[in-house]
């Protein structure tokens, strides 16, 4: 039995839904689940300082193998010491396998066997990307959490498309389990693949199950699928993962999405929701959503949210923040960024308590109800 960089620690199950509180150890310390996990692809979380991400309560945070490694290269980050040195988190961090963003981001590809052939989606270069070259990356890099390097197939996709790329993930997850160098320093988590098709999803899980990874993802998910497709796919593949395990539901989410994947049992969540949409000045509030462009926001010199106590809105005004947005001040970009993560991070929060408290579905009535989700 390896012994695993991570291990997952269970502390209580809601009796009135299949959501779990646990704790997550990792090299780089521990993290409460169900959590979600602030996305720094780059290298840094979008116009934060660690700092500001640690002291909203984030311990862990994602960045990203295929960007990483077409810039600045996973060799200069490795002469830099590793990921933590270079962009200075001493927290946890999972980077992806770069799989999603090759069948995303990049053109022209070309999916083999043996890899995928694809062309640099910032200079034209042509790249190859294989299950060997993704874990010679992460390890380079660093991560605490690495993810097996797999296809994330479009949506929707053909039963027998599926069939045929779900049995070529799992094969890929073994090449990357034989490339993986140092499994007691850092963790590799195979990815769950099979769309909407419950015996694919079985048989995924039921392969990468049978390899022993000390963590699983649900991929495939929040690419356009209808949500209750996503719910129903989760309803049909969390109970194939292994309670002793953390479950991550990858490219998620919004705050109704945490809630109801958190129900139905999933552990980890990352989603660039808030950042991206705070770049146009979007906010999360306990109210719903606010656009502080708006006109009305104009002389309004309340707080964002009564109920946060965010830097942003323990010190700044909605004016103030209207201000800055519509004279493009990168200030407001900060400031809008900083309120949403806090959101997000307190949203789990809230749920780990109701978790612990027996009352998740209440919880989830009494927040989409305030939140406007019945709205009409
Ligand atoms: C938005 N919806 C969404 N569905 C996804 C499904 C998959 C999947 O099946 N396999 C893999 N390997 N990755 C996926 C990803 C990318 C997440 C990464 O993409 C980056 O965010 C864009 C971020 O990188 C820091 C994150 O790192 C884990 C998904 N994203
Ligand atoms: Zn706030």
């Keep these: 039995m390896t012994k695993h960089a991570v291990t997952y620690e269970h502390i209580h199950t809601c009796k009135q839904t299949g959501a779990r509180h646990g704790i997550v150890h990792t090299p780089h310390g521990s993290f409460e689940t169900p959590v979600f996990m602030p996305v720094g692809t780059q290298a840094t979380v979008k116009t934060m300082a660690p700092e500001q991400v640690k002291a909203m309560g984030a311990n862990i945070i994602l960045s990203n193998t295929y960007h990483l490694w077409i810039r600045p290269g996973h060799e200069v980050v490795k002469q830099a010491g590793g990921l933590h040195k270079f962009m200075n988190w001493d927290g946890a961090i999972l980077t992806d396998s770069g799989g999603f963003q090759v069948f995303s981001l990049a053109d022209l590809r070309n ?8 062309r640099n989606h910032l200079n034209g270069d042509k790249l190859f990307l294989s299950p060997e070259k993704a874990m010679e990356i992460q390890n380079a890099l660093g991560s605490d959490i690495m993810m097996a390097f797999d296809e994330c197939p479009p949506f929707p996709a053909t039963y027998e ?7 070529r993930t799992s094969r890929w997850a073994e090449r990357c389990l034989a490339a993986h160098e140092r499994p007691e320093d850092q963790a590799l988590f195979g990815i769950i693949q099979g769309g909407e098709y419950e015996d694919l999803r079985r048989q995924s899980a039921a392969d990468l199950v049978s390899l022993d990874f000390p963590g699983y993802a649900v991929g495939g998910l929040s690419v356009g699928e209808p949500k209750d497709v996503m719910y129903r796919a989760l309803e049909f ?3 194939f ?7 991550y539901l990858m490219g998620v989410g919004s ?21 991206r949409i705070a770049r146009n000045g979007t906010l999360m509030t306990s109210k719903g959503r606010v656009t502080i462009k708006h006109a009305k926001h104009k002389t309004d010199f309340g707080p964002i949210d009564e109920k946060c106590d965010c830097y942003t809105c323990k010190n700044y005004s909605r004016a103030y923040v209207h201000h800055l947005i519509r004279a493009d001040e990168m200030f407001g970009l900060h400031l809008c960024s900083t309120h949403n993560l806090h959101f997000l991070v307190n949203l789990m929060s809230q749920v780990r308590q109701a978790i612990r408290e027996d009352r998740l579905l209440d919880f989830k009535e009494e927040f989409f109800e305030e939140y406007g989700y019945n709205k009409p």
């Design 111 to 118: 999916i083999q066997e043996e890899g995928v052939h694809f």
């Design 161 to 167: 498309y599926m069939k045929k790329s779900v049995e």
């Design 237 to 239: 593949t969390t109970p």
């Design 241 to 247: 993962m292994p309670e002793n395990k953390p479950r």
């Design 255 to 275: 705050p109704d999405a945490l809630i109801e994947g958190s129900i139905r049992g999933i552990d980890m969540f990352d989603c660039v929701l808030p950042t």
